[in-house]
């Protein structure tokens, strides 16, 4: 289609899943491999619903990784720009929604491929061709990727390409929370567009709730749209000059992982043919009444990227 490219960018891993729900990684009578990754998802994402998209990162030259390079691939995204790394393995993670609703998180990555992503390696060609370059690492402080980020956000910025972020908090991986809100709020302040989840936006403001006197203490003058989202309860939108919120969409939601990437993923698609939408609030709405149906979508079947919709799965759940 004609439509302009986002580039996503950070990890692609393979994400190890209980085969019974509700069980602590201890506890689990063996596991499913689900591909994930949240860059990776809203790349899939964007692409599942008619946009153009590239996936950058690095993979392990092993089984895993070009497993997840023919997932990219048969998914219609770009994958130009993946790397394989000869010495170290595709990242892998061992999740599980455990019965007392805590997520449980355990990572292969000392280090894995993904890390060993170097400045050198990136396609800037790539990535100065995109209409917006949107960045979900969880690696923000290990090197060698982290100058790769930064390196591919800084020239992505200067070739005006829109910057897209979502902080994608794992507090387990980090040293310290307040390491974590440091380093966050760097990549924010280059930031055009900001996705973040409730429980992100109290970590950050270290505020027990979510109002929009939270919400705008984190604004910068760069900024051209915050959203938070709500899981079931829809979304939070904030413009320089507009704010509100959208009502979510009633589903039986099954699995809630990748909501928040299909979320962005159907924002970005939108916004990447038509930036007015960021000054327009009546058309902003629509879009992220799009957005939350593409998440609600999204928890109603298990994984990631199986449930991610089509426009017409979005057609059907809008027209319900
Ligand atoms: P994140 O992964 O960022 O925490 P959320 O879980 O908030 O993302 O989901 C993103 C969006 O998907 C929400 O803003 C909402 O519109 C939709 N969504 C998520 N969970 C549900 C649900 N249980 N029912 C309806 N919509 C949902």
Request: net charge negative; with cysteine.
């Amino acid at each position: 289609s004609g439509s302009g490219l986002i580039v996503s960018f950070g990890e692609m891993l393979i994400d190890f899943v209980p085969t019974v729900s509700g069980v602590s990684l201890a506890e689990a009578p063996g596991f499913l491999k689900a591909p994930g990754g949240a860059p990776a998802n809203v790349a899939i994402a964007v692409s599942r619903l008619g946009g153009r998209a590239a996936f950058v990162g690095k993979l392990g030259d092993d089984e895993f990784g070009r497993m997840l390079e023919g997932i990219v691939k048969e998914n219609g995204v770009d994958a130009s720009g993946i790397r394989f790394d000869q010495g170290a393995r595709t990242a892998l993670a061992f999740v599980t929604l455990r019965a007392d609703g805590e997520r449980e998180f355990m990572f292969y990555r000392n280090p894995s491929a993904d890390m060993l992503l170097k400045p050198e390696e990136l396609d800037l060609d790539l990535i100065r061709s995109a209409k917006i370059f949107h960045y979900g690492s969880i690696s923000l402080i290990v090197e060698p990727c982290r100058s790769a980020h930064i390196k591919a956000m800084d020239e992505a910025k200067k070739a005006g390409v829109l910057l897209s972020y979502d902080p994608n908090l794992r507090l387990p991986l980090w040293p310290s929370a307040n390491e974590a809100r440091e380093q966050i709020k760097s990549i924010w302040n280059k930031a055009d567009i900001i996705k973040v989840s409730d429980e992100e936006l109290k970590f950050l403001t270290q505020k027990d709730k979510v109002d929009d006197e939270n919400a705008m203490s984190l604004w910068h003058d760069g900024l051209k749209l915050l959203l938070v989202t709500l899981g079931e309860q829809g979304c939070r939108y904030y413009t320089k000059n507009f704010r509100g919120c959208v009502d979510p969409f009633k589903v039986k939601a099954v699995d809630t992982t990748g909501a928040g990437d299909s979320f962005v993923g159907a924002l970005l698609s939108k916004i990447v043919d038509d930036q007015s939408v960021l000054q327009d609030e009546k058309k902003l709405r629509d879009i992220l009444r799009f957005a939350n149906a593409c998440g609600a979508i999204t928890t109603t079947k298990k994984g990631a990227i199986p449930a991610l919709p089509t426009e017409a799965d979005v057609a059907a759940l809008i027209k319900a």
